[in-house]
Structures are given as structure tokens and as C-alpha cells.
């Protein structure tokens, strides 16, 4: 048998870790498509603290929850695809980690969980996760714990057949890019 990852199988541009305040390790991950998507897994196991167990230190990755990024705008009738700041004077709003699979067990109605694993972006699409414009870098600041995700382009967002401008990707036709900030909830990086 294979053995799949937890991580899920994509385009994985970057791999980020942050433990967080619990001790659990947090993975950021984009996938580095047009439309595709913003992951983070978070780790069933805690840190064993500085190298005194490396062995399960090297393991925290094999067990614990996928997510994926969906974003709920504030200002969603305003954005028409030009860049231009909404009238709140942001591009801001709320999200939601959508938990793909949590080790065998799926959260994707109508997939097991080493499907989730191995057709992971048919999952995210199954779920309604919001298609970004080549998230390529996901990292966390380690002074403020903010998040931010490079967005490097997309050319093909609101041509026909292709999904439109949202705040969090707000340009049709983005040939350069943009940056995006999270904030997760309380500042905890294990939060849903």
C-alpha cells in the first residue's frame, strides 16, 4: 500500500511551520496554480521542546487536520475588478479553515480520506474554497503572527468561464500579483 501525505498532494510552493502556542506545529501552504488554493495543516502531536525527542519531532507532520482557505467579503457588490478600494477604505473580511481530512477520516462529502489526500484540489473544490491568484509563499511573521500569502499573478481571473474579481483577489487580468494578510482568530494559529 501507499502511504499518503497528510499535507495533501498539490502544487506545494512553500511549506511553512509556526508552532503554535500549544506546542502543535502549523504547516502554510499555497498552491502555486491559477485558482487554486491557500492549505494549512495543523498537527495532532505537540512539539517535544528544543532537540530532546527529534525522532518524534520528525513525525509531527504525519497526523493531524488538513484545511482549506474560504473568505467571506465585507464589501463584495463594490469590487469591480480595477483594484479600486471599496468605500470601507479596505480589502478585508472574514475566513473560514474548512477541515478537508483529519487522518483517515474525511470531511468531504463523497470522498475517503486518502482521496482527500491524493485529489486534494477536487476536495478543496468540492468544499467552495476561494480560488486565489497563484498563492506561492504562505508565511507567517514571527514577531506579529500575522500571515500573509504571495499571490503572484493570474491573468485568466474574470475572462469568460473563469471566476471574477473577490477581496481577496481583486483584479481581473492580475499580472503582478498582490499580497494578502491574515489575521487568525484570538492569534492562534491552530484556529478554524
Known sequence: PVKHTALGRFKHEAATIQVATDGRVVCYMGDGDRFEYIYKFVSDERMAPGSSDRDHN??????GTLYVARFEFTSAGEIDGTGKLPSDGAFDGSG???????????FVPGF?????????RLAADAVGATKMDRPEDVQPNPLTGLIYAALTNNTSRGLAGQPGPDEANPRIINRHGHVLELEELDGDHTAA
Not at 58 to 63: N, Q, S
Open 58 to 63: 520528525k513525525r509531527l507532520l504525519d497526523a
Open 96 to 106: 473560514t479553515w474548512i477541515p478537508l481530512a483529519h487522518n483517515d477520516q474525511s
Open 112 to 120: 475517503t480520506a486518502d482521496e482527500v489526500y491524493v485529489f486534494t
